[in-house]
């Protein structure tokens, strides 16, 4: 019975998940003729994909802001989820929730056309610094820009993975730490963060799986400049119809993401275990 009630699932995942990702191999090894894509079996995309300066550049430069982006959004989300789990009243606290799940579900791309008019070179940003006297600044097409809006992205669901641990936290273990005579900074160190562990863990590595992924954000904020691989797998599709070597990028681009999210699991079991024992 528990195998056949998982049987929708099972198939739910082959169809739409695990068949396109056999097919999206396959390509890598195809080739393409007058713009036309025929089946064959060579590894010349591999090679010259793998290989080419523009993917590794891309490549650091995807690692670097994905990483930048998961530091900022931890540093952010943690004193954030602590306000809204432990200094608000339940009513103010399930409101922040709610206001923090309604950016989650709602358009992206239209919160980054906001930042664009925020930003932009006659943004609100810039007519606030005219008008105290200051002038102008570049804000939007650089990292800073780019920044602004992964984190638009990635922080609210960083913050509610962080509130969700830590509401269901033991209050008698802080309780017990305060009576014992623990400052407010020892508790938080001590005896909050090693049993959110996990959470942070999870909040970390889905941020950086979305930063990682991201194509709105490297396109609207900086205008591809440098490029990230998801702009360089777009770019190669135009090069000339190359979907065997944009396939490259893709599968190439989730292998990390599997080995991020894998690492992810491991070091968040290893402190439950550690834990239990």
Request: glycine content about 6%; some cysteine.
């Amino acid at each position: 019975m528990p195998v056949a009630l998982g049987l929708p699932v099972l198939a739910w995942q082959a169809v739409f998940f695990l068949a396109p990702l056999v097919f999206l191999v396959v390509i890598t090894f195809w080739q393409v003729r007058s713009f036309r894509l025929e089946p064959a079996f060579v590894l010349d995309n591999w090679t010259r994909i793998l290989w080419s300066t523009p993917f590794h550049r891309a490549l650091g430069h995807t690692l670097q802001v994905a990483a930048t982006t998961t530091v900022l959004a931890l540093l952010l989300a943690l004193p954030l989820a602590y306000t809204i789990a432990f200094r608000l009243s339940v009513r103010v606290r399930d409101l922040a929730v709610s206001l923090l799940a309604v950016p989650v579900f709602s358009s992206y791309m239209l919160r980054i056309y906001a930042w664009q008019v925020v930003l932009g070179a006659d943004g609100i940003a810039n007519a606030v610094l005219g008008a105290v006297g200051l002038p102008k600044l570049q804000l939007l097409g650089g990292a800073f820009s780019l920044q602004v809006g992964l984190l638009t992205l990635t922080l609210p669901v960083a913050v509610l993975i962080l509130v969700f641990a830590m509401v269901g936290v033991d209050r008698t273990l802080i309780e017990a730490a305060e009576n014992l005579g623990c400052r407010r900074a020892q508790v938080i160190t001590r005896v909050l963060i090693p049993s959110i562990r996990p959470a942070i863990v999870l909040a970390g590595t889905t941020t950086f799986l979305l930063a990682f992924g991201d194509y709105v954000g490297p396109l609207f904020m900086t205008g591809s400049k440098p490029p990230t691989l998801s702009i360089l797998l777009v770019d190669t599709v135009k090069s000339g119809s190359q979907w065997p070597r944009a396939s490259v990028v893709g599968v190439s681009m989730l292998a990390i993401l599997v080995l991020v999210f894998a690492l992810g699991r491991l070091a968040g079991s290893v402190r439950i275990r550690r834990r239990a024992s």
